[in-house]
């Protein structure tokens, strides 16, 4: 008899615990977490949405963050144009600097362009594109790398602000 009252308690309590622990963020989601918070510490804003379909691709791209640094100094007399900028799985003589493909008619402007050719070999294989617009610039970033890659990704960032400010 006391077997059963012991295998009823053991069943009751993985009743109640084994939903509670199935709420509980796995290790990639706390460190997910952890990496954006540090994200918006550094003033940068994460936004989650999908690639444009590029013509190449066979399915739709799946849904990715945006780690943009927003303009601070917005200036009403100056036009800011946007566009975004993808990294292609291959490297062909129509792209911009061999993988790198415009997407829309948007362009960068000449300075911009000094600095994307600075810019773009150092980034990872982790970022999938650039994007410019009235928010600031950005990048799809796969968030591989951690704090040390995100911390490069903001000095990058930076950079890229700077053509805007002067």
């Known amino acids: 008899m006391n077997l059963w009252i012991i295998l009823i308690v053991i069943g009751v309590v993985a009743m109640v615990l084994g939903p509670i622990m199935m709420l509980q963020p796995s290790a990639t989601q706390r460190s997910q977490e952890?990496?954006?918070?540090?994200?918006?510490?550094?003033?940068?804003?994460?936004?989650?949405?999908?690639?444009?379909?590029?013509?190449?691709?066979?399915?739709?791209?799946?849904?990715?963050?945006?780690?943009?640094?927003?303009?601070?100094?917005?200036?009403?007399?100056?036009?800011?144009?946007?566009?975004?900028?993808v990294r292609t799985p291959y490297a062909h003589e129509a792209h911009y600097m061999g993988s790198w493909q415009w997407h829309g008619n948007g362009r960068a402007a000449p300075a911009e362009l000094g600095k994307l050719e600075k810019i773009l070999p150092q980034l990872p294989a982790s970022v999938h594109a650039v994007e410019a617009g009235v928010q600031g610039y950005g990048f799809y970033w796969s968030e591989a790398g951690g704090i040390a890659r995100l911390e490069t990704l903001f000095q990058l960032l930076q950079q890229l602000q700077l053509v805007r400010s002067d």
């Open 34 to 85: 952890h990496l954006r918070r540090k994200a918006m510490e550094m003033g940068m804003r994460i936004r989650v949405v999908s690639l444009p379909q590029q013509k190449t691709d066979t399915e739709a791209p799946s849904a990715m963050p945006v780690y943009s640094l927003p303009d601070e100094t917005p200036s009403k007399t100056q036009a800011r144009p946007e566009w975004l900028l």
